[in-house]
């Protein structure tokens, strides 16, 4: 069974870190392409980080470049979002995605709320 399970989220001060991760299991992590998407009230789902390959290659957002980083554990299918300087504007679900490196597939976590306070 595919799941994706992030963790990490919670309510923290403007200027503050967070670090979330999103746990894989049910299928081969190592050749899917990981990224964290993110979903304020009432906006589209946007994207916040990913691989651009199963490689290390990644990009980011413009509005959280310099600022967050996504990372990849292969050994314990894992990836993470290290999140700081956050803003209010950062406030939302956060979503892990793993998508097929030849789009075979494309999977979603349940999300994690982050909650920044000005």
């Known amino acids: 069974q595919v799941q994706l399970v992030e963790s990490g989220g919670g309510l923290v001060q403007s200027g503050g870190s967070l670090r979330l991760s999103c746990a894989a299991s049910?299928?081969?992590?190592?050749?899917?392409?990981m990224s964290w998407y993110r979903q304020a009230p009432g906006k589209e789902r946007e994207l916040v980080a990913r691989f651009t390959s199963t490689g290390g290659s990644t990009n980011y957002a413009d509005s959280v470049k310099g600022r967050f980083i996504i990372s990849r554990d292969n050994a314990k299918n894992t990836v993470y979002l290290q999140m700081n300087s956050l803003k209010p504007e950062d406030t939302a679900v956060y979503y892990c995605n793993a998508r097929h490196r030849d789009f075979a597939s494309n999977f979603w976590g349940k999300g994690t709320l982050v909650t920044v306070s000005s």
């Open positions: 049910g299928f081969r992590f190592s050749i899917y392409v």
